[in-house]
């Protein structure tokens, strides 16, 4: 795994120190200003945590090579639990740690990733148990989805919510979990764990490329 440096917008100690770690489920506390009490409940509709599906991906496929695929027809509530699953590529940029500027609420990214990300598989090394070990970990629902700001713009669930389509690269369209990484949109190989970093230097991890799409990429 590689660290990334800082990209220096935040090199005041203040304003730095008005940053607060945002990461899954304190991140949609802290961004939204809701207690832990009014969060949403666990949704009737189809959930995904990150980082922890693709089974059912080529299922999907081969159900699609003969029809319009499902996410140019339906929309997400529309869609199965199974469904819903595979719209997740596997990049693993939404469990990189993220900072908020309490003044300005803007969130930037760095490239410090939670303790369960394998940083090379971009996969929960934990999922199934992942609630033991992060307990504020999101689980993604449609509400979820619309109430958070910061899910990067190659995110399957932002796109198809905004009404675009995948892009090449998507498990879903190029039949191949491996795409996403070779198009250079998901955190494999640039990434360093939070275990054992102080969260006052998460700002020197500061980074832009989950904010980029495919070759606008370093
Ligand atoms: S950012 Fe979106 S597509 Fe990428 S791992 Fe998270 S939920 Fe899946
Ligand atoms: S526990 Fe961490 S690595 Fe696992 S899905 Fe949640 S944020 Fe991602």
Redesign the pocket.
């Known amino acids: 795994m590689s660290s990334s440096q800082s990209d220096g917008r935040f090199a005041d100690k203040e304003q730095a120190l008005s940053l607060t770690m945002v990461?899954?489920d304190r991140a949609l506390r802290k961004l939204l200003g809701l207690s832990v009490a009014s969060l949403p409940p666990p949704a009737p509709m189809p959930v995904l945590?990150?980082?922890?599906t693709a089974k059912t991906r080529n299922t999907q496929l081969s159900e699609t090579m003969t029809q319009q695929p499902f996410w140019k027809t339906k929309t997400l509530a529309e869609m199965s639990n199974a469904e819903w699953e595979s719209l997740c590529d596997g990049c693993?940029l939404?469990?990189l740690n993220k900072l908020e500027d309490w003044d300005t609420g803007e969130v930037v990214f760095t490239s410090v990733?939670?303790?369960?990300?394998d940083g090379d598989s971009c996969r929960?090394?934990?999922?199934e148990n992942?609630q033991e070990?992060?307990p504020d970990?999101?689980q993604l629902t449609l509400k979820g989805l619309r109430e958070i700001k910061w899910l990067p713009p190659t995110c399957g669930y932002r796109l198809i919510d905004e009404g675009h389509d995948l892009y090449w690269w998507h498990p879903l369209v190029s039949g191949d979990p491996e795409t996403v990484h070779a198009a250079g949109v998901s955190a494999r190989g640039r990434t360093i764990s939070e275990e054992g970093m102080d969260v006052e230097d998460l700002e020197d991890y500061v980074v832009d490329w989950p904010l980029k799409v495919g070759s606008e990429r370093g």
């Open positions: 990461n899954s945590c990150c980082a922890g693993g939404c469990c990733a939670c303790k369960l990300l929960c090394k934990d999922y992942r070990t992060v970990c999101i």
